[in-house]
């Protein structure tokens, strides 16, 4: 039997502002399990990087966690203490960030900034981190990892530097690693590198994986289950295979029109998704996609519950209502949608 690792009901997050509160996250439930790697998609702001600091308790005001519960192998995560939290970042929740110049110090030799988080969350004696520490560097393809240790930051390649935070993210074996835009800004041949890092993590049973990203390729490579935000709210969830194959969401169908196809030789003109993303400062009462949606009705102005499509897939919209007339269309456009 699976076992539930994490789980998140209900949850929001707001922005204060001196316009009013910015709702970032909207009312967000799901769950990981385990072992698997699961995927956060969708456009920029709707809600992914927000939902992966409130996990881990990142929020800084004017940002904060206005409802909602966060369990971790069954204990409830919000409201710790600092203290608390300390015991368990890194230890049993790691993040790897998209900008890893901004979480490495650069006064630090690499060796310096590894040891200390072992030392701290394993116990280890300063030669033995070393050791591990140098172990780590070279499982994430680090050329020369007993020379690179002793440098600086500024010497590495931003591609070795994403790996220095793999790295430093997995040297205390957590049990969830949440990883956010890590091939972002990464050249083809270092994100390849890098994919390969996911694709072994993905067969490790001990580890679980959060993989918050835009590129649905690297989603297709990597991940085993796949949940679609916007504008702070889940549109639909789903295993990877029924999001590329048998998306029911017509954000998600958007979102597949949009990525360039491979293979086949043909020229094809990308379909974008016309319009903008709502205003979080004053969200439209039902589906945050109805002007957006070619399928929107007046239902529509009435937020839809979350539909159960199969297993493991489910949909935020009216189409997904069962017996609805137009369900059958959306699916073919879905089929026709595949990268």
């Known amino acids: 039997m699976t076992e539930r690792l994490l789980t998140a009901r209900d949850l929001r997050v707001s922005f204060h502002t001196r316009d009013g509160d910015n709702q970032a996250v909207r009312g967000v439930s799901f769950h990981i399990d385990a072992g698997e790697t699961v995927g956060i998609v969708g456009e920029s702001g709707s809600g992914k990087s927000v939902t992966a600091k409130a996990i881990m308790s990142l929020i800084q005001p004017p940002g904060e966690v206005i409802g909602g519960e966060i369990e971790f ?10 203290r608390k939290w300390r015991k368990i970042r890194g230890n049993q929740i790691a993040m790897v960030f998209q900008d890893p110049m901004t979480s490495l110090n650069p006064v630090k030799k690499i060796g310096e900034q590894m040891t ?21 560097l070279r499982e994430v393809g680090i ?11 500024h010497e590495f390649s931003g591609g070795m530097r994403q790996r220095v935070m793999i790295a430093m993210a997995l040297s205390c074996q957590p049990e969830l690693l949440i990883a956010d835009e890590p091939t972002t800004a990464l050249d083809v041949t270092i994100q390849a590198q890098i994919l390969e890092l996911f ?16 590129d649905l390729g690297v989603v297709a490579q990597v991940c085993t289950r796949v949940i679609v935000m916007y504008g702070g709210m889940i549109m639909e969830e789903a295993p990877v295979e029924d999001i590329f194959y048998r998306p029911q969401h017509p954000y998600t169908i958007g979102l597949l029109r949009s990525v360039p196809k491979r293979g086949g030789g043909t020229r094809e003109r990308l379909v974008p998704i016309e319009g903008t993303p709502p205003d979080l400062l004053d969200p439209p009462p039902g589906c945050p996609f109805i ?3 070619p399928h929107a009705m007046d239902k529509c102005k009435e937020l839809p519950p979350m539909f159960h499509i199969g297993p493991g897939h489910r949909s935020l919209c009216w189409l997904a209502e069962k017996d609805h007339p137009t369900v059958a269309d959306v699916k073919a456009e879905g089929e026709d949608a595949d990268v």
């Open 291 to 293: 002007t957006r949606c």
């Open 143 to 153: 050329p020369e990892p007993e020379r690179r240790i002793r440098q600086y930051p």
């Open 73 to 82: 192998r069954g204990e409830n995560l919000t409201g710790l203490s600092e």
């Open 199 to 214: 694709k072994r993590l993905k067969d490790n049973p001990d580890t679980a994986v959060i993989l918050i990203t835009h």
């Open 116 to 136: 200390e988080v072992i030392r701290r969350h394993r116990g280890l004696s300063r030669d033995a981190a070393t050791e591990e520490a140098i172990r780590l």
